[in-house]
């Protein structure tokens, strides 16, 4: 039971860390919270769906081109509706309420198209798991831990050693520094916005290919990614922390506790970090001074 458990957990970790990690780069350079990215995450699953059940495709053509649909999805939001209103000097809380409304609307017109039951990716038999040290692990979710590390290797070496990651960092750190210094932060806030949908319709994709698909399925997903990224502190050594934190306490908690327990577990371990340590993992306090 035990190493079901942990191979269990682990995969959910590391499904909390790529929504985490996606949703982390559009909120460092923009700094509100993109709850239409959780009909993002929900996108990429349909689209597959569309192409690969529906039109026929191949799942290795339909997985690449529905993450671009998202990607192109994500991308106009910012520059068709959030790009407006930043030039407006619109405020964050309405920025916040757009991004909702868009939530809503998206996440209803999937709902008109494919209705609301439960859709799934997978096709042929269901087979039993890999059986590893007594337990059974599937191949998707192997898929998802190995995406997951590689995702997460690929992101920090992206901010170190790209022009464009130094450039991100620099919008997240200071907008209007950046600014002074050259940088065309519009284009850097839209690049994140590519990167951060492709990353969360890649998570979406392997979610459904997991467990199945619904419209409302992202919402609680950008939840406890943020939840991950809030814990972590926002940067990734820390989130990767969370990520397994959350894991391995929704899962364990689960099996001693009751399976309704399980969201509440992560807004407990939320709760307690933003009463004790709001820095999250390995985050810096802040410290007044005195001019």
């Known amino acids: 039971m035990l190493p079901q458990l942990f191979y269990i957990s682990i995969a959910s970790s590391c499904t909390y860390l790529l929504i985490a990690i996606s949703f982390s780069i559009i909120y460092s350079t923009t700094r509100f919270f993109h709850f239409a990215h959780a009909v993002i995450f929900t996108s990429g699953a349909y689209f597959a769906f569309l192409l690969y059940k ?10 690449p081109l529905a993450i671009i649909f998202a990607i192109v999805l994500g ?19 309405v920025m916040l309420l757009a991004s909702l409304g868009i939530y809503i609307f998206l ?25 590893i040290f007594g337990a059974r692990i599937t191949p998707i979710q192997i898929v998802i831990i190995i995406t997951a ?33 050259g940088i065309n932060t519009n284009r850097v806030i839209l690049w994140s916005f590519a990167i951060g949908s492709g990353l969360a319709a890649l998570a979406g994709i392997l979610v459904s290919l997991d467990v199945d698909m619904t419209p409302t399925m992202g919402m609680k997903a950008l939840l406890m990614g943020m939840v991950v990224m809030i814990v972590g502190g926002n940067n990734i050594k820390g989130m990767v922390c969370a990520a397994l934190l959350l894991g391995f306490a929704q899962n364990f908690g689960v099996w001693y506790i009751s399976s309704q327990w399980k969201d ?16 999250g993992f390995f985050g810096r306090k802040i410290r007044k001074q005195t001019v």
């Open 149 to 181: 590390i590689v995702v997460t290797i690929l992101i920090i070496q992206f901010y170190k050693k790209t022009q464009l990651g130094r450039s991100m960092q620099a919008v997240a750190s200071d907008r209007e520094l950046a600014e002074y210094t």
């Open 75 to 93: 991308c106009s939001i910012e520059n068709f509706i959030y790009k407006p209103l930043r030039k407006k000097g619109t405020s964050s809380i």
């Open 264 to 279: 509440a577990i992560a807004f407990v371990i939320l709760v307690l970090f933003l009463l004790f340590k709001p820095e």
């Open 107 to 131: 996440q209803n017109l999937i709902s008109m198209l494919f209705g609301d039951d439960t859709k799934s990716i997978r096709s042929g038999v269901v087979k039993e798991g890999i059986n």
């Open 54 to 63: 529906l039109l026929g495709f191949s799942i290795y053509i339909s997985i």
